[in-house]
C-alpha cells in the first residue's frame, strides 16, 4: 500500500543505500537529501548512487557556509565543548541536516523522514527532536534501527535488490566527519587500553612523524570570530579548512576520551579536530585578556550548559537562543591577534594583542614606568582581611573563642632557625 513520501537523510554509504530500498519496500517513495557540511564523499557519485537505487528525487545542497555561520561559530563564541573536551563535531551539524529535513519534507509534500542512525547513539535523538520541533506532524523512521540486519544480511540484502554499493574491505572504524572535524568510534577503539592507532586518523599526523621544526600562525578574532589567517582575511569555510590542515600537519587536534552518552552509558570517543582545538585554545587566551575577571568566571558554567544542549538535542530550544544572547554579548569585546606555536602534536599561545586589552603594563610592570601605586596596599589590606581578622579574633580560645590552640614546641621552634 502506498503511504507517501519519505525525505531520507542520505550520506550514501551502505545503510542508508539499503535504507532506500527497505523504505520503497515498506510503502514510501524516498526522496533522499545529502548535506554537504564538508565531509569526505563524493557528492556527485553520492547523487547518483540514490537515484539508481530507486529514490524518486535526490537533493544534495552545499551548506558549509550556513553551517559554520549559525551553527560552528555561536559554539565557538560559547567556548562549547561537551564535558569540557569534545568540540561537538557531530553534534552541530544535526539540527542543521534536520532543518533542511523539515524544509525538503515541506516542499515534497512528505509524510515522513527517514535517518540512518542506530538505537545506540545520540544522532538519533537529536535528529528526531530537532525536526520535529520544527515540523511536528513529521513521522520519523529509523530503518537501521528497525530492521535488525547483521552486516552479511545487510549486503545480501543489497545484492538481491540490486543496490549499486561497492563494498570494499571493510574499515574497522565508524566515522562521522565535518568541517569541524572527524569523530572516530569502533572496532580496536573499544578498548579504552588501546592506543589509536595511527590508521584510525586522515586530518592528522602521528606527532613523532611532524616536521622537526615548529610554525607560527596568527589568528585574527573579530568579536570572538576568526577574521584571519596569517594576516588574510578569509571566510569561515576557508579558514577552517586551511586551519585544519596546518595545523594537522603538525599533529595537533587529537581528543580521546571516555564520554557520557545522552543514551546512559559510556563510550570511548577519539576525534581529530585541529582547527576547532587551535581556535578554542586560541580564544580562550584572547577572553583572559579582553574579559573581566567576573565575566570570565561567570560564563564557565553557560559554556557547559551550552555544550550539553548541543549535545543531547536541544538546538532549537529556548535557552540555546538565551544563551546565545548573552555570548554575543560577552564577545563583542573579544578582538585581537593570538600567536600560536605550532611543534609536534602540540598547540601553545604564545603572543596575544588586542585593541580591548584590559592588560595595562604600566600597572603590571616591576620595571621602571611602574605606575601602580604602592601606597594604597597598605590601606586595601587592611580592609580586605577586615573579615577574616574579626573571624580569628572572636573564636580565638584566649579570647574565649572555641577554635583549638595553636602551639609551637620548642624543637619545631629550634629547626626553624
Ligand atoms: N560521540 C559523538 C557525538 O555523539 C560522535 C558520534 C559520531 N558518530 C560516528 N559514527 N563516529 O556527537
Redesign the pocket.
Known amino acids: 500500500m502506498y503511504k507517501g513520501k519519505v525525505v531520507l537523510a542520505y550520506s550514501g554509504g551502505l545503510d542508508t543505500s539499503v535504507a532506500i530500498k527497505w523504505l520503497m519496500d515498506q510503502g514510501y517513495d524516498v526522496v533522499t537529501f545529502t548535506a554537504d557540511v564538508g565531509q569526505v564523499v563524493d557528492l556527485e557519485a553520492c547523487k547518483e548512487r540514490a537515484l539508481l537505487t530507486g529514490a524518486c528525487n535526490a537533493y544534495v545542497m552545499d551548506l558549509k557556509e550556513e553551517f559554520v555561520q549559525d551553527y560552528v561559530w555561536p559554539a565557538l563564541k560559547a567556548n562549547a565543548m561537551?564535558q569540557g573536551t569534545?568540540p561537538?563535531?557531530?553534534?552541530l551539524s544535526?539540527p542543521l541536516i534536520s532543518k533542511y529535513l523539515a524544509k525538503i519534507a515541506e516542499i515534497e509534500g512528505a509524510v515522513a523522514v527517514a535517518h540512518g542512525c542506530t538505537g545506540k547513539?545520540?544522532?538519533q535523538v537529536?535528529i528526531e527532536v530537532c525536526t520535529k520541533a520544527l515540523k511536528p506532524d513529521l513521522k520519523m523512521m529509523a530503518p537501521v534501527r528497525d530492521w535488525h540486519f547483521s552486516r552479511d544480511e545487510e549486503i545480501d540484502y543489497a545484492k538481491e535488490h540490486g543496490i549499486p554499493i561497492t563494498v570494499t574491505k571493510k574499515s574497522p572504524?565508524?566515522?562521522?566527519d565535518n568541517l569541524w572535524g572527524?569523530?572516530?568510534?569502533?572496532g580496536p577503539l573499544e578498548d579504552p587500553w588501546t592506543e589509536p592507532p595511527s590508521d584510525a586518523f586522515t586530518l592528522t599526523v602521528d606527532p613523532w612523524k611532524a616536521p622537526d621544526g615548529a610554525e607560527y600562525i596568527e589568528i585574527t578574532f573579530e568579536e570572538g570570530i576568526p577574521a584571519a589567517l596569517n594576516g588574510e582575511e578569509m571566510d569561515g569555510v576557508s579558514l577552517i579548512a586551511k586551519l585544519n590542515q596546518i595545523a594537522g600537519k603538525y599533529g595537533v587536534g587529537r581528543i580521546d576520551m571516555i564520554?557520557d552518552?545522552?543514551v546512559g552509558f559510556k563510550?570511548r570517543?577519539v576525534?581529530e579536530c585541529p582547527a576547532p582545538v587551535v581556535l578554542l585554545q586560541a580564544k580562550k587566551a584572547l577572553e583572559k585578556m579582553t574579559l573581566s575577571k567576573d565575566v570570565i568566571a561567570a560564563k564557565a558554567d553557560l559554556e557547559l550548559k551550552y555544550a550539553e544542549l548541543a549535545?543531547v538535542g536541544y538546538w532549537f530550544s529556548p535557552l540555546r537562543e538565551a544563551l546565545d544572547a548573552f555570548f554575543n554579548q560577552v564577545q563583542k569585546v573579544v578582538n585581537g591577534v593570538v600567536r600560536v606555536r605550532l611543534y609536534k602534536g602540540q598547540s601553545v599561545v604564545v603572543g596575544l594583542k588586542s585593541p580591548n586589552s584590559l592588560y595595562a603594563k604600566d600597572l603590571a610592570t616591576y620595571s621602571a614606568g611602574d605606575a601602580f601605586d604602592h601606597s594604597s596596599a597598605v590601606g586595601f589590606i587592611n580592609i580586605w582581611g577586615l573579615p577574616v581578622v574579626t573571624w580569628k579574633q572572636v573564636h580565638d580560645p584566649k579570647n574565649g573563642g572555641c577554635e583549638s590552640e595553636v602551639t609551637l614546641s620548642k624543637e619545631t621552634v629550634k629547626s626553624q632557625v
Open positions: 561537551y569534545y561537538l563535531t557531530s553534534a544535526r547513539g545520540q544522532d537529536r572504524y565508524s566515522i562521522d572527524r569523530a572516530i568510534e569502533c564520554e552518552r545522552l563510550s570517543e576525534y549535545y
